[in-house]
């Protein structure tokens, strides 16, 4: 079956820890993205890569970084630089980022802090 | 920028029910726009899209047209089920970079009663 993973399903960081997120696809999509939900609210977009070893700031990148050595892998690092790190982190891909393609999203990583 | 504003929630209503949940656009240019539902502890579904002005989305009996003269996206459903509790979110594609990304409502919290 095609699809996105995530791991882990839940994750906790302590202060000042860097903590790295997984996303894998397989649907040969060149396109990912990850995304953070906060509880009430919409989806807000961190980091996005329309193809292998290129990606683009979202509209909150900072305190994150990510990485796309392979097309099928897309893994966020959640810095310390992150003050308010407690979310609920989405991954997405899409075939291209040219506009109007479906994003596919994997189940998520809720992320805490002890 | 572009925006996508929701019909605040939560949304209760009863098994068998007639459902709206408004949703309308800020955008220039024409997005695509897409309605997406998310189940407890999950990630996001697309449950349908419309890429043009008085395109109809549908599917698993939810409905939603592209109407340009009022900005608007609304889902509808005639008869909801137990099944149909979640959270729905409204969103539109916007182009950034030469790349896509999507913008979210805040989500609307729907919960059926048997």
């Known amino acids: 079956d095609g699809g996105i993973t995530q791991s882990p399903k839940y994750l906790f960081r302590k202060e000042g820890q860097n903590v790295t997120l997984s996303c894998e696809q397989n649907l040969n999509h060149d396109a990912m993205y990850w995304y953070r939900q906060d509880p009430g609210q919409g989806l807000r977009l961190i980091y996005y890569s329309q193809i292998v070893n290129d990606f683009q700031k979202g509209d909150i990148a900072e305190g994150y970084s990510v990485s796309r050595e392979k097309k099928e892998s897309f893994p966020l690092t959640v810095t310390s630089a992150q003050k308010n790190p407690t979310a609920f982190y989405l991954c997405?891909?899409?075939?291209?980022?040219?506009?109007?393609?479906?994003?596919?999203f994997g189940p998520g990583t809720r992320l805490l802090v002890l | 920028g572009n925006s996508v504003t929701q019909m605040e929630g939560p949304v209760t209503l009863s098994e068998e029910a007639f459902l709206t949940i408004n949703c309308t656009y800020t955008?220039?240019?024409?997005?695509?726009l897409f309605w997406y539902v998310q189940y407890p502890g999950e990630g996001l579904q697309l449950l349908l899209k419309?890429?043009?002005?008085?395109d109809k989305g549908s599917n698993k009996g939810f409905e939603a047209t592209y109407r340009k003269e009022t900005t608007s996206f609304h889902l509808e459903k005639g008869s909801v089920q137990v099944s149909d509790s979640a959270v729905y979110f409204c969103a539109l594609s916007d182009r950034i970079q030469g790349a896509q990304k999507l913008v979210f409502g805040q989500g609307t919290r729907l919960t059926i009663n048997p």
């Open positions: 997405a891909s899409s075939i291209a980022a040219r506009g109007g393609e479906t994003q596919y």
């Open positions: 955008a220039t240019g024409y997005p695509s």
């Open positions: 419309a890429t043009k002005a008085d």
